[in-house]
């Protein structure tokens, strides 16, 4: 499905009944990312699955897509569904999103699932190194920029084990386009720190990583997961970066539980 938003043409699928979920996919990725969860978990939530702007198959306009741009065309999509309030469920870059989200959109949230992502900032070294490579997307392509991140976000027994897997990471990969992967590197770049955020979270939320990540390792995703209240880290073995895809069954039975006891809650 299609929609405009904020005049951005974006693609999303719509796919269950049940509680709404939006998941939001991270950098340098997009909706397919959430294959593993779109039909397991339609029995229980209505999974609103888009390309964030400037990746999948959305538009790609020129421009620095910050958190906020990004949260306001998820609201935009809400809008458009006639929806009042989700659970937002964000992997990395969808966890900063995630919590953009939060602090722009409170009323519209129900709940979180922040999934391998951080509340901390990038340091001035790691910003100043995302805008010198959205500057090389622009000028010279994104194979040498994103093709690294493949190894990056899978965990040893995924590398050795899962070939598949690894070729549909890749594909995913090195379908990125110039303008959203700078739009995204800018955008990281000048994230604020969202970690003042963390313990006035009022809505339930649920922390998900993989044991084996290396880019949000467990002890850091433990720290952010401590400042929510009522919420602990769930960490999965033989998991990098991208936990969903790589322990979807685990990874799913943790989702199911979360928005039972919503559910629950509400009724
Ligand atoms: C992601 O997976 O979205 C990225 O690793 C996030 C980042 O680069 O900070």
């Known amino acids: 499905m299609e929609a405009q938003l904020n005049g951005v043409r974006i693609a999303y699928d719509d796919i269950g009944k049940g509680v709404p979920v939006v998941w939001v996919h991270g950098y340098p990725l997009n909706r397919s990312l959430w294959a593993p969860q779109a039909g397991a978990l339609a029995d229980c939530a209505r999974n609103i699955i888009p390309d964030l702007r400037g990746w999948g198959a959305s538009e790609a306009p020129s421009g620095v897509y910050t958190m906020e741009v990004y949260a306001s065309d998820l609201r935009a999509l809400l809008d458009e569904l006639g929806l ?32 391998a992502t951080r509340a901390a900032p990038d340091t001035l070294q790691v910003a100043e190194g995302r805008r010198a490579n959205a500057e090389r997307a622009l000028q010279e392509g994104v194979g040498s920029i994103v093709e ?65 990540d290396t880019i949000v390792p467990p002890d850091e995703l433990r720290q952010m997961a401590e400042q929510i209240p009522g919420a602990r880290a769930v960490l999965l073995p033989k998991a990098g970066h991208l936990v969903s895809l790589e322990q979807p069954d685990a990874f799913n039975r943790e989702v199911r539980a979360f928005l039972g006891a919503l559910d629950a809650r509400a009724g």
Request: avoid cysteine.
């Open 84 to 115: 009042d309030r989700a659970v937002l469920a964000g992997l990395s870059m969808g966890g900063y999103v995630a919590l953009a989200f939060l602090r722009n959109y409170p009323e519209r949230l129900r709940g979180l699932i922040l999934i």
């Open 148 to 212: 690294p991140m493949v190894e990056r976000v899978l965990s040893p027994a995924t590398l050795a084990g899962q070939p598949g897997l690894v070729r549909a990471v890749r594909t995913m990969v090195l379908a990125s386009r110039p303008r959203g992967v700078a739009g995204a590197l800018l955008g990281m770049a000048e994230r604020p720190d969202s970690r003042p955020q963390l313990p006035a979270i009022g809505v339930p939320a649920l922390v998900v990583g993989g044991a084996d």
